[in-house]
């Protein structure tokens, strides 16, 4: 994941669809035309946009979980904060001192 790509994902999620040429024009998104192009299709490679034709592209809820920081592009998983605050913790810690 670039920056672009990151804006490119800011942008659709703020509005319903979008193609990089409006990227582009919104200010937004402050790359070529032709690289915003390339970074949505590896984007929509990822899961992370649909291309719907004609060069325009949507969000999926993959990429807005990633923007929420609850996806991991890299692995291409969900991830579960749950078990990650639990992994944190040691091992029986607590019981251990209470019972030692």
């Not at 040429?21 to 690289?35: A, C, D, I, L």
């Not at 993959?62 to 991991?72: F, I, K, R």
Request: net charge negative; with cysteine.
């Amino acid at each position: 994941m670039v920056l672009c790509d990151e804006r490119i994902l800011e942008f659709l999620s703020e509005h319903d669809s979008g193609t990089p040429t409006e990227m582009k024009e919104s200010g937004y998104v402050r790359w070529s035309r032709p690289y915003i192009s390339q970074r949505a299709k590896k984007l929509a490679e990822e899961g992370l946009i649909q291309h719907l034709g004609n060069g325009v592209h949507i969000i999926t809820d993959e990429g807005e979980a990633y923007l929420e920081e609850e996806y991991d592009a890299e692995a291409g998983r969900y991830i579960d904060r749950d078990a990650a605050d639990t992994e944190d913790e040691a091992p029986g810690s607590a019981e251990d001192a209470n019972h030692g």
